[in-house]
């Protein structure tokens, strides 16, 4: 079975300033897609990125970007120029290739506060 | 994308009730996901409802506890019956996009019971 680990529960940044909040998985298979999501306290979880395993160019989508090693099954993201509404719970996802539907598994979450 | 419209958004219930939520989806899915995230956890997924069968529930959650209906291709129910507060939770329902990789959720219902 997959599983996502998230060791961090709480992260702080200062504004402007840059952050890392990191995740392993443990898989058996090859492909598979690996996410990001963001919770505020509105409780709507928004997909920030989204990698394929099978690309080796990691994802970049405005500020957020992710270091993704798929030897070590590590898949961090990094959040530049962090902002006053980057202050969430962020989740790690991850999702077989298996086709359309299989099951997203989740990592317990890290709680980022942005300091002003 | 998919835009999803969850209700309600909070109840506060007693014990030994039952409450249904709904989860409406703008476009037509095959499946629909029931998640269940408890007070500073994950979202662990209770159950997928696919339209004209019953639904797939994940150990430890059963249908007597969670019946979920899936009357078309738009719309689904989960009923929390004969709640405890061991129930309260926010409870979040999910669709994929088209190619079945990316997840949109609803906006949840935070559920209390006193």
């Known amino acids: 079975a997959q599983t996502v680990t998230q060791s961090q529960p709480e992260m702080s940044v200062q504004e402007a300033e840059t952050v890392t909040l990191s995740c392993t998985y443990d898989?058996?298979?090859?492909?598979?897609?690996l996410f990001w999501y963001k919770q505020p306290p509105s409780r709507q979880m928004i997909l920030v990125i989204r990698?394929?395993?099978?690309?080796?160019q990691n994802a970049t989508e405005n500020r957020f970007s992710v270091n993704f090693q798929k030897a070590a099954k590590s898949f961090s993201l990094k959040i530049s120029d962090s902002q006053l509404g980057d202050a969430a719970m962020y989740f790690c996802?991850?999702?077989?290739?298996?086709?359309?539907?299989?099951?997203?598994?989740f990592g317990k979450g890290i709680t980022l506060s942005v300091r002003p | 994308s998919a835009v999803i419209s969850q209700k309600p958004s909070r109840d506060i219930c007693q014990r030994g009730t039952s409450l249904t939520i709904q989860c409406q989806v703008d476009?037509?899915?095959?499946?629909m996901f029931w998640y269940r995230q408890q007070p500073g956890q994950s979202l662990t997924l209770i159950a997928t409802?696919?339209?004209?069968?019953?639904?797939?529930?994940e150990s430890g959650f059963v249908i007597d506890k969670f019946p979920i209906s899936r009357p078309n291709l738009t719309f689904s129910t989960l009923t929390v019956s004969n709640m405890s507060p061991e129930d309260s939770s926010i409870y979040l329902c999910?669709?994929?996009?088209?190619?079945?990789?990316?997840?949109?959720f609803g906006q949840g219902t935070r559920l209390t019971v006193v």
């Open positions: 996802a991850y999702r077989s290739f298996t086709g359309a539907n299989s099951k997203l598994t």
């Open positions: 476009s037509q899915v095959t499946m």
């Open positions: 898989t058996s298979e090859s492909d598979y897609y």
């Open positions: 409802a696919n339209q004209g069968s019953e639904a797939t529930y």
């Open positions: 990698q394929e395993a099978y690309k080796q």
């Open positions: 999910s669709v994929d996009d088209r190619g079945g990789t990316e997840a949109f």
